[in-house]
Structures are given as C-alpha cells and as structure tokens.
C-alpha cells in the first residue's frame, strides 16, 4: 500500500475553482489513480481515473467538462483541478491508488490506498 494526502479542499462560491492535490508517499509510476467523493451517509462515488502512464483518463459524467485529472510523476502527485463548482460538488473528495496496474475504473473496490480525505463545500 502507498500513503496518500490530499490538500487543497475549501470553501468557494458556485463557480469558482479549486484545485485539490494528492501526494503519494511512493514513486506512483507504478499506480493507476482515481478520485471519489462521499456526501454523508451515502456512498462513495467515482469522480475520475487516470492510468498510470496517464494517456487514459475517464470522468463521471457529473464532472466531465468541469474537472481535470492530471498527474505528475517526478513528484509523486496527482491534482484534481475543479471549475464551475456547483453547491452539489459540496463533498469531501478522495484519492486512491491501484498498484502495479496500468488502469483503474470506477469501482472503489479495486483500489487498495486511499487518503484521508478534503472537505470541499461550493457555498450558493
């Protein structure tokens, strides 16, 4: 398993920006990534994947268009860049990580690291 962080969770006003940003504690050249969301008491839902060469990213379609996943392999990171935040984006995102495989989907399941969590809240 691989020790995730996330940062840059806040609060912004509906259509604003955020940039949110996971930091592994090991070379990710080897991990398929993803991001999920959790409102309370519901489950936790796929927001977007990118493989470990990052040539193959895939969004829900509630944020496509909006989000941007990209990654960095020099620094062990991946970011989340969020546009025209709407109230219901208001969640606490997450990172995960998939080792030793080249993609990961939208099942929670099949990832084996997750970090503990941003709070993200798009105020109306």
């Known amino acids: 398993q691989v020790q995730l962080v996330e940062s840059g969770g806040g609060l912004v006003q509906a259509g604003g920006s955020l940039r949110l940003s996971c930091a592994s504690s090991?070379?990710?050249?080897?991990?398929?990534m993803g991001w999920f969301r959790q409102a309370p008491g519901k489950e936790r839902e796929f927001v977007g994947s990118?493989?470990?060469?990052?040539?193959?990213?895939n969004y829900a379609d509630s944020v496509k268009g909006r989000f941007t996943i990209s990654r960095d392999h020099a620094k062990n990171t991946m970011a989340l860049q969020m546009e025209s935040l709407k109230p219901e984006d208001t969640v606490v995102y997450y990172c995960?990580?998939?080792?030793?495989?080249?993609?990961?989907?939208?099942?929670?399941?099949?990832?084996?690291?997750w970090g503990q969590g941003t709070q993200v809240t798009v105020s109306s």
């Open positions: 090991k070379r990710t050249g080897s991990y398929a």
């Open positions: 995960a990580a998939r080792a030793y495989a080249d993609y990961a989907g939208p099942d929670a399941a099949d990832y084996d690291s």
């Open positions: 990118i493989s470990w060469r990052g040539d193959s990213i």
